[in-house]
């Protein structure tokens, strides 16, 4: 590999193909889905108006959820929810995610 962005597309495809590596570049916190999804929570909690970061929660939990629910389906019930409804929905979701686990 010449550069590090090589060696991510790299990793991005073999874990596409569910082949697991361990490098310093997969062992980056900045990489993990779940600190992602936490740093959108605290983005969409600072600043509520930001479309991306609540679509950023709904699309991981809709991920780690695993629903039978269509993706756009659940985006469209959750995206025009108020804050308050929004994260009451979340906690529920999380919830269930925590008992699945």
Known sequence: MRTNDQG???SDF????NIDIVSSE????????????II?????CSQPKLINSKLNIINYLH?????KKSKHI???ELIKEPKKDFFENCINLI???IIIF
């Open 8 to 10: 991510v597309r790299i």
């Open 14 to 17: 073999l874990n596409k193909k």
């Open 26 to 37: 997969t062992l980056l916190i900045s990489k993990s889905e779940d600190v992602e999804f």
């Open 40 to 44: 959108a929570i605290l983005k969409f």
């Open 63 to 67: 991920r780690k959820k695993n629903l």
């Open 74 to 76: 659940f985006i469209k």
């Open 95 to 97: 919830y269930i995610l």
